[in-house]
């Protein structure tokens, strides 16, 4: 299969004229009456994994490994791991 043209793709039929005039913008939906929007509290992502050049003593089964999971509240290694 050659490479083919982005144009090609682009319009729905051969008959299509492009549209010249610009999009109106999507309003915003907003809580309050003057436009503003909240600053809600954002709560941090959580870490799932942890890697280690050195390796880390899994939380488990005590074994030295380079990739540990979080289960349960404490790092553990793949074969503690409960996929």
Same mark, same amino acid.
């Given at each position: 299969?050659?490479?083919?043209?982005?144009?090609?793709?682009?319009? #729905? !039929? @051969?008959?299509?004229?492009? /549209?010249? *005039? =610009?999009?109106?913008? %999507?309003?915003?939906? &907003?809580?309050?009456? #003057? !436009? @503003?929007?909240?600053?809600? /509290?954002? *709560? =941090?992502?959580?870490? %799932?994994?942890?890697? &280690?050049?050195?390796?880390?003593?899994?939380?488990?089964?005590?074994?030295?490994?380079?990739?540990?999971?979080?289960?349960?509240?404490?790092?553990?290694?793949?074969?503690?791991?409960?996929?």
């Amino acid at each position: 299969m050659g490479d083919r043209s982005l144009d090609e793709f682009g319009q #729905s !039929g @051969e008959d299509a004229e492009p /549209t010249t *005039e =610009p999009s109106e913008p %999507t309003p915003v939906a &907003s809580d309050s009456t #003057s !436009g @503003e929007r909240s600053q809600g /509290t954002v *709560e =941090p992502a959580t870490g %799932t994994a942890r890697w &280690s050049g050195d390796g880390e003593v899994c939380g488990a089964c005590g074994d030295r490994v380079s990739r540990l999971w979080f289960e349960d509240g404490q790092m553990v290694c793949s074969s503690c791991k409960g996929w």
